[in-house]
Every structure is written in C-alpha cells, then in structure tokens.
C-alpha cells in the first residue's frame, strides 16, 4: 500500500482493520501533530499495518478481551511528528529510539519490527487510585501476555506497551515513590509467576 496522498487516501488507510476490536486510525491520533498541523501518515503502510496487526492481536485484544475497553492515549508517530516532538521537549525519544516503538514504519537498528501503543486500561483506574498499586497491571501483564516493554506514567497508570519481534520483556515506572525499573532479563524477579501483586485487583472486579 502507498503513502496515502489525499484525504480519500487517508480514509482508506484509517479503515485498515489491525484486529476485531482495532481499526489504524484507532492508532494515528497525536495531540502534537494536531496542534502543529503535522501529518502523522506512516511512510511505509504496509509495515506500519504489520506491526500494528502484532500488536493489537498479541496483546491489546487479550487485555481487553480480559478487563474490558482500552483507552488509547498515543500510539503510532511518524518519524516527522516524533522527532519535533522530541526537539520541542514534548517527551519524545530521538527517532531512533522509537523505531520499532512509537514510530511503527522503520524497523530498528537490529532490523526488527514493533510497535507501541500507550494506553488506559479503564476497569483499573479504580483499583490504580485507591492503591497506587500500578504494579498489580504490570504484574498481570508480565505473567500472561508476550509484551516487549512496558513504561507506566503517574496519570491514571497508563503505560506503554510494546509488542517487538525480539522482546526484552522489560518493565520501567514513572510513577513516585517507585520510579525506575521494576523488572529486566537478569533481575531475580523476572521469573516465575507474581499472583500475589495482582490478586487483589482481580478480587476488586470479581475475577480470578
């Protein structure tokens, strides 16, 4: 598939469905390029499609399957709107530590393909504000989903979740009292399964 070049392109484009749940242009919001009047149009569809399809049927379509609606909060970037956005400070990594990542349509140094989403799980912010507890997610996630990386944020413990052809299966928060890594290849704690961390989250929806 092109580059689309008009607005009937661009329709045709968001209409690409990634998943039974997910649709591209699900995906291709971006408060930075609207405000800036960037477009966020991949380069290379066809990998930007492929990536996503991974993405969505890996993990966003069981972690929605599991707790119900997902918020997509940002996603795919063109390697345009990322880097502006990383020379203006808008929390943006370097283009070329989001290929595979947020900019879905190159692959990385490495020659592999991914693709990130930050996103709510909205069935947990409930839970995530009466704890604090965003590790009972990332928890859950770790022990039942082949995630690359995760990397929480304090705002309603959205976090990025990565799906990569080579995952590292890291986790990082930004979240205070406990930012920094939770759990990396290497780390004692990478192994094993962590029903303990999220128990009581799934008893606060009546699951098991």
């Excluded at 966003?60 to 909060?73: D, K, N, T, V, Y």
């Excluded at 595979?100 to 409930?126: L, Q, Y």
């Excluded at 965003?134 to 304090?154: G, K, Q, S, T």
Aim: charged share 25%; glycine share 8%; net charge positive.
């Amino acid at each position: 598939m092109r580059k689309p070049g008009s607005v009937k392109g661009l329709e045709e484009l968001g209409r690409v469905r990634l998943s039974p749940s997910f649709f591209l242009r699900d995906f291709l919001h971006s408060e930075i390029a609207n405000f800036h009047g960037l477009p966020n149009v991949p380069d290379d569809p066809d990998l930007a499609i492929a990536a996503g399809r991974r993405l969505c049927a890996d993990l966003l379509e069981p972690l929605q399957a599991r707790f119900g609606r997902l918020s997509i909060r940002s996603a795919y970037r063109s390697p345009e709107v990322n880097r502006f956005g990383n020379e203006q400070g808008y929390n943006c990594a370097v283009n070329e530590a989001n290929y595979a990542g947020h900019i879905w349509d190159r692959r990385d140094a490495e020659g592999c393909m991914g693709a990130t989403a930050c996103i709510i799980v909205n069935a947990f912010i409930p839970y995530y504000e009466a704890t604090g507890r965003w590790e009972a997610m990332a928890w859950w996630v770790h022990d039942h989903l082949p995630y690359a990386a995760m990397e929480f944020f304090p705002r309603y413990a959205a976090f990025n979740l990565t799906w990569h052809e080579r995952p590292r299966r890291a986790i990082r928060s930004w979240i205070p009292p406990r930012r920094g890594m939770l759990t990396k290849p290497g780390m004692p704690n990478q192994e094993g399964r962590h029903e303990a961390e999220y128990g009581k989250f799934l008893s606060s929806l009546g699951q098991q």
